[in-house]
């Protein structure tokens, strides 16, 4: 969770500990036997370092609270006082300030579990019994249930914000993306025709340029021709270095011509080119048309500018059978007293191979026999959609991702919330609701014992009994004196579960009542 700055921690717990004293104050003016130390001093000293301590150490902070609820099972008049709405107050921070759920329960658990030991030690009548049974879990248990909703709704609103800025980083970067996309294709669009052209035309000044019949003169316009060809050649190689961030490819462009027409203009520039195609020619989709175009003129350009001169074999094959379409193009390699230009594997390269991977296919290139050189692609006959990003490396968007996360977390938290109180409910409402039935079986109204008279007989005062004594009077009423050889009874009498009421003691000689007496509260 997000801490806030000292100064206002410090006044939140200032304000926090401010309610609780009003709310002791006007527990303690409604108490009509007030208990100053128990009721008011320690419960508040106790939240004053509790509160801060909470911050830091919440698990702390709670058993520091259950302190004052284990000394108020003391208190002979009643068990209940502020210290149980300071141990529910603490409870609600442990769970906004803990993320775990094991710790707090093992916690809120140890806290109750000291407060039962205090039962028992202090040998305390079934009021407090019921009371540690029932009221202690419901403020252990509920606020704690309350704080981690609170938690899990703030890093729910959280996370959304975030999301949304994360969006936000995405559409800019995407915006990135298409920019650098469209740079790309210019680059693209400059090699692929823009350099494929002017490599013919150096080759045609080249061989124009051995050409007998021209004068000396003409033979010099020729070389200073074909030097600038170059110049502009390697000027066009920087300026697609320059916008060629990041190669793409466009699969969508269609084409303009046809692979014929490509190895037309070709043999037309002085390339000596054989081709052959192996296979009835299937319906291609454009996009591996334009595949199998760009495949055979970037092997073309590869070979005029490396290899001049050179014999080129195309070769094209259609497999109907396994619906892929083969198309290898293989050069000599320089030939003797021709110096070969930069190695072969380039932008163009680059390029060709991310268009033949985005349309499912595969290209190989590299050496062929002494000093060749060839390239070698398989093409599908219809083009197979590209990989998402995501699916490629098999993981989800991180938006999917934290979905799925906040809703496990969600659900963990609906299960929780339902399942702590229900195992809570398993194993102390049976007990509550034996100790309640104990407390109220044995009731015996004020007006029903004064119609009870000394001397009658037990049949004859049944109907006015309750079907069994109150079983758990505290020892100095079992060892009041009574008549000797006489059985006493005790019944409470009212209904109240959380105070100390006065007791009604009947003793009986056989079956007739000899004396009843009022023994009164503490």
């Known amino acids: 969770m997000k801490t ?3 100064v206002r921690r410090a006044l939140a717990d ?25 009721g008011l001093v320690l419960p508040l000293a106790v939240a004053a370092v509790a509160l801060p301590l909470s911050r830091h150490r919440p698990e702390a902070a709670v058993l520091l609270a259950g302190v004052p609820c284990a000394v ?3 208190d002979t008049t009643s068990p209940a006082h502020v210290s149980v709405l300071i141990l529910a107050v603490l409870s609600c921070l442990l769970g906004l300030r803990t993320a775990t759920t094991r710790t707090p329960l093992l916690v809120l658990a140890a806290a109750l579990a000291g407060c039962l030991a205090g039962c028992a030690v202090l040998r ?27 938690r899990g709704r703030t890093e729910l609103v959280r996370g959304g914000w975030q999301l949304a800025r994360s969006l936000e980083e995405r559409q800019r970067f995407v915006a990135e993306r298409a920019r650098l996309t469209e740079r790309a294709d210019i680059a693209a669009d400059m090699h692929d025709s823009l350099g494929h052209v002017l490599s013919l035309v150096a080759l045609r000044a080249g061989a124009l340029e051995l050409s007998p019949t021209l004068a000396e003169r003409d033979r010099e316009d020729l070389a200073e021709l074909r030097a600038t060809i170059a110049d502009a050649v390697d000027q066009l190689r920087e300026t697609v270095t320059v916008l060629r961030e990041k190669p793409q490819a466009d699969p969508l462009r269609p084409a303009t011509d046809t692979v014929e027409e490509l190895l037309g203009r070709a043999v037309a520039s002085g390339v000596p080119v054989r081709w052959e195609r192996e296979g009835p020619a299937p319906t291609l989709s454009p996009l591996i048309e334009r595949g199998v175009y760009r495949v055979v003129q970037e092997a073309l350009t590869n070979a005029t500018k490396h290899a001049p001169g050179s014999p080129v074999r195309v070769s094209i094959a259609h497999d109907a059978d396994r619906d892929r379409t083969h198309v290898r193009i293989v050069d000599a ?8 230009g930069e190695q072969a594997g380039g932008h163009g390269l680059a390029g060709l191979r991310e268009r033949v991977t985005v349309l499912g ?3 190989h290139t590299g050496p062929y026999e002494e000093g060749g050189f060839q390239v070698s692609a398989t093409l599908p ?3 197979t959609p590209p990989p998402r990003p995501d699916d490629s490396t098999g993981t989800a968007p991180e938006s999917a991702r934290r979905l799925a996360q906040v809703r496990r977390s969600a659900r963990l938290r609906l299960a929780t919330a339902f399942a702590i109180p229900a195992g809570a409910a398993l194993v102390f409402v049976p007990a509550a609701g034996y100790f309640a039935y104990q407390l109220s079986a044995g009731v015996l109204s004020p007006s029903a014992y004064e119609q009870l008279h000394v001397g009658r007989t037990h049949a004859e005062l049944a109907p006015l009994l309750p079907s069994k004594p109150f079983p758990y009077p505290p020892d100095d009423a079992r060892s009041a004196p009574r008549p000797p050889g006489t059985t006493c009874a005790f019944y409470r009498s009212n209904g109240n579960l959380l105070e100390e009421v006065d007791l009604y003691r009947l003793c009986w000689s056989g079956p007739r009542l000899v004396t009843k007496d009022t023994l009164p509260a503490g």
């Open 361 to 363: 296919g595969t290209l």
């Open 72 to 74: 108020g099972l003391a």
């Open 4 to 6: 806030a700055p000292p």
């Open 381 to 383: 006959h219809r083009a």
């Open 14 to 38: 200032l304000a926090l500990w401010a309610v609780l004293c009003g709310a002791a104050v006007l527990w303690l003016r409604d108490d009509p036997t007030p208990s100053v130390a128990l």
């Open 124 to 150: 305390v009548g079934p009021v407090w019994w019921f009371y540690a049974l029932t009221v202690l879990p419901a403020a252990l248990l509920l606020p704690w249930l309350a704080g981690r909703y609170w």
């Open 333 to 340: 390699g320089p030939l003797p007293g021709r110096v070969p």
